[in-house]
């Protein structure tokens, strides 16, 4: 099976409930955020991005949130399903040409 | 939609191998890159390329070295592989070369050396 997910933080929800997940994020000068969903078996998907002008961006059914005073980052999922069950990753662009990411929290979904 | 492929999902390979793992992304994306994923760690950069044939060293790049000599196409090479070199291999390319939009990821590929 995916040991990507071993050794992770992990936030188990029931389905229906609301899920926040956090990030705390490293370089001030970073001006782009972007959460990720990586599923068992397979590579991170892009869920919604945020752009350091912005405290907060809403997608379908996802809400990013960020508090550039507290180098924060929140991923908001809205009547959490049993398929948001995954790993999720936050990712910070330092205004270089590559990103940082975290080490990620695992999302468990029980009925 | 965006497609990033990697040649293959599972490998095995013996100690003191080389190995090459492929890339071919379908959007004409100028960026490329190289992570390895382990457990606790999260993504690490290996290498990451911004042009055809321009290649730049991530944050763990001993032991790996990397080819572009086409766009859509991105190879890690292992040139002597050894057992902690064992891990999740994944590739990714973005548009911007300032990184300033989403990366896709492939759908990895877990390397076993023995």
């Known amino acids: 099976g995916e040991s990507v997910g071993l050794h992770l933080p992990t936030l188990s929800v029931q389905e229906g409930d609301n899920s926040i997940i956090n990030c705390a994020y490293s370089n001030s000068a970073s001006d782009y955020f972007i959460w990720y969903k990586q599923e068992s078996g397979k590579g991170p998907q892009f869920i919604i991005d945020?752009?350091?002008?912005?405290d907060k961006r809403q997608g379908q059914r996802v809400t990013v949130l960020l508090n550039k005073t507290v180098k924060h980052l929140s991923l908001q999922i809205a009547a959490t399903q049993p398929g948001d069950s995954a790993v999720y990753f936050c990712?910070?662009?330092?205004?270089?040409?590559?990103?940082?990411f975290g080490t990620g929290t695992r999302l468990q979904v029980f009925p | 939609d965006v497609k990033v492929t990697q040649s293959s999902r599972y490998l095995v390979k013996r100690t003191g191998e080389k190995v090459f793992l492929e890339c071919v992304q379908d959007m004409d994306h100028e960026n490329m890159f190289w992570y390895r994923q382990d457990p606790g760690l999260g993504l690490r950069l290996i290498y990451f390329?911004?042009?055809?044939?321009?290649?730049e060293k991530g944050d763990i790049p001993e032991g790996y070295s990397v080819s572009r000599e086409k766009k859509e196409r991105f190879s890690l090479i292992l040139e002597s592989a050894s057992t902690n070199q064992t891990s999740m291999y994944l590739c990714?390319?973005?548009?911007?070369?300032?990184?300033?939009?989403?990366?896709?990821f492939g759908q990895g590929t877990r390397l076993t050396v023995v």
């Open positions: 990714a390319s973005s548009l911007s070369y300032l990184m300033n939009t989403e990366a896709f």
């Open positions: 390329s911004y042009d055809v044939k321009m290649k």
């Open positions: 990712a910070e662009n330092p205004n270089t040409d590559k990103l940082i």
């Open positions: 945020i752009r350091s002008n912005m």
